[in-house]
Protein backbone atom coordinates (compact mmCIF):
# COMPACT_ATOMS: atom_id res chain seq x y z
CA UNK A 1 0.00 0.00 0.00
CA UNK A 2 1.18 3.58 -0.78
CA UNK A 3 0.19 6.72 0.83
CA UNK A 4 0.40 10.07 -1.03
CA UNK A 5 0.43 13.29 0.83
CA UNK A 6 0.34 16.67 -0.87
CA UNK A 7 1.07 20.17 0.32
CA UNK A 8 1.79 23.55 -0.51
CA UNK A 9 -1.70 24.58 -1.97
CA UNK A 10 -3.32 28.11 -1.24
CA UNK A 11 -4.82 31.35 -2.59
CA UNK A 12 -2.50 33.18 -5.18
CA UNK A 13 -2.86 36.45 -7.76
CA UNK A 14 -2.64 36.12 -11.35
CA UNK A 15 0.56 36.11 -12.65
CA UNK A 16 2.04 34.14 -9.34
CA UNK A 17 4.17 31.00 -8.49
CA UNK A 18 3.35 28.49 -6.56
CA UNK A 19 4.57 25.13 -5.75
CA UNK A 20 2.93 21.95 -4.87
CA UNK A 21 5.03 18.82 -3.07
CA UNK A 22 3.92 15.17 -2.53
CA UNK A 23 5.78 12.96 -0.65
CA UNK A 24 5.00 9.09 -1.30
CA UNK A 25 5.44 6.72 1.80
CA UNK A 26 4.69 3.01 2.19
CA UNK A 27 6.01 -0.21 1.16
CA UNK A 28 7.39 -0.45 -2.57
CA UNK A 29 6.27 3.48 -2.82
CA UNK A 30 9.50 3.96 -4.76
CA UNK A 31 10.43 4.69 -8.28
CA UNK A 32 6.43 4.62 -8.98
CA UNK A 33 5.17 6.59 -12.18
CA UNK A 34 3.73 9.64 -10.72
CA UNK A 35 1.66 12.57 -11.70
CA UNK A 36 -0.83 15.30 -10.93
CA UNK A 37 -4.00 15.68 -11.54
CA UNK A 38 -6.67 18.52 -11.04
CA UNK A 39 -10.47 19.30 -10.86
CA UNK A 40 -11.25 22.36 -11.67
CA UNK A 41 -14.74 22.70 -9.83
CA UNK A 42 -17.99 21.22 -11.77
CA UNK A 43 -15.20 19.55 -14.28
CA UNK A 44 -13.81 16.34 -14.56
CA UNK A 45 -10.34 15.79 -12.99
CA UNK A 46 -7.53 15.77 -15.69
CA UNK A 47 -4.17 14.88 -16.06
CA UNK A 48 -1.74 18.16 -15.62
CA UNK A 49 1.57 15.98 -15.52
CA UNK A 50 2.86 12.71 -15.47
CA UNK A 51 6.43 11.09 -15.00
CA UNK A 52 7.31 7.75 -15.17
CA UNK A 53 8.99 5.82 -12.86
CA UNK A 54 12.93 6.89 -13.80
CA UNK A 55 11.92 10.04 -14.14
CA UNK A 56 12.94 10.05 -17.68
CA UNK A 57 10.13 10.80 -19.47
CA UNK A 58 7.57 13.25 -19.05
CA UNK A 59 4.00 14.37 -20.24
CA UNK A 60 2.95 17.65 -20.02
CA UNK A 61 -0.58 18.66 -20.20
CA UNK A 62 -1.09 21.66 -23.15
CA UNK A 63 -2.41 24.42 -20.98
CA UNK A 64 0.48 24.21 -18.82
CA UNK A 65 2.72 23.84 -21.72
CA UNK A 66 5.52 26.20 -20.66
CA UNK A 67 4.06 26.83 -17.23
CA UNK A 68 5.18 24.58 -15.26
CA UNK A 69 8.55 22.48 -14.53
CA UNK A 70 8.43 19.55 -12.19
CA UNK A 71 11.15 17.47 -9.79
CA UNK A 72 10.90 13.86 -8.85
CA UNK A 73 13.03 11.70 -6.35
CA UNK A 74 12.41 8.07 -7.35
CA UNK A 75 14.56 7.27 -4.32
CA UNK A 76 12.62 9.80 -1.77
CA UNK A 77 9.04 8.99 -3.26
CA UNK A 78 8.76 13.00 -3.72
CA UNK A 79 7.25 15.06 -7.21
CA UNK A 80 7.00 18.41 -6.90
CA UNK A 81 4.97 20.38 -9.00
CA UNK A 82 6.01 24.50 -9.91
CA UNK A 83 3.61 26.37 -11.43
CA UNK A 84 4.19 30.22 -12.92
CA UNK A 85 2.55 32.91 -14.57
CA UNK A 86 -1.02 31.44 -12.74
CA UNK A 87 -4.34 32.21 -14.26
CA UNK A 88 -7.47 32.30 -12.81
CA UNK A 89 -8.92 28.92 -14.80
CA UNK A 90 -5.66 26.84 -13.41
CA UNK A 91 -8.04 27.63 -9.97
CA UNK A 92 -9.00 23.71 -8.96
CA UNK A 93 -8.09 20.94 -6.55
CA UNK A 94 -5.01 19.47 -7.19
CA UNK A 95 -4.42 15.85 -6.71
CA UNK A 96 -1.11 13.65 -6.75
CA UNK A 97 -1.57 10.49 -7.80
CA UNK A 98 0.69 6.61 -8.36
CA UNK A 99 0.54 3.75 -10.01
CA UNK A 100 1.43 0.65 -9.10
CA UNK A 101 3.08 -0.63 -11.98
CA UNK A 102 6.09 -0.13 -14.51
CA UNK A 103 8.44 0.62 -11.72
CA UNK A 104 11.73 2.01 -12.70
CA UNK A 105 10.03 2.32 -16.17
CA UNK A 106 10.13 4.58 -19.04
CA UNK A 107 6.61 5.13 -19.41
CA UNK A 108 4.30 7.81 -18.20
CA UNK A 109 0.46 7.30 -17.35
CA UNK A 110 -1.89 9.75 -18.22
CA UNK A 111 -5.12 8.02 -17.87
CA UNK A 112 -6.67 8.79 -14.55
CA UNK A 113 -8.14 5.18 -14.04
CA UNK A 114 -4.01 3.84 -14.36
CA UNK A 115 -3.51 4.94 -11.18
CA UNK A 116 -3.90 2.96 -7.73
CA UNK A 117 -3.28 5.53 -5.03
CA UNK A 118 -4.13 9.15 -4.43
CA UNK A 119 -3.49 11.93 -2.26
CA UNK A 120 -6.30 13.80 -0.41
CA UNK A 121 -6.24 17.11 -2.62
CA UNK A 122 -4.70 20.35 -2.08
CA UNK A 123 -6.45 23.66 -3.41
CA UNK A 124 -5.29 25.97 -5.55
CA UNK A 125 -7.18 29.44 -5.85
CA UNK A 126 -5.63 31.94 -8.26
CA UNK A 127 -7.54 35.22 -8.38
CA UNK A 128 -7.98 37.73 -11.40
Given amino acids: QVQLVESGG ?20 NYLPM ?4 QPPGKER ?3 VAVSGSAQE ?3 ADF ?5 TISKDGAKNT ?3 HM ?5 ED ?21 REDYDYWGQGTQVTVSS
Fill in 84 to 88: YDLRP
Fill in 35 to 38: GWFR
Fill in 79 to 81: LEL
Fill in 91 to 111: TAVYYCAAAGVYRGGYMYLIR
Fill in 64 to 68: VQGRI
Fill in 10 to 29: GSVQAGDSLSLSCAASGHAA
Fill in 46 to 48: EVV
Fill in 58 to 60: TYY
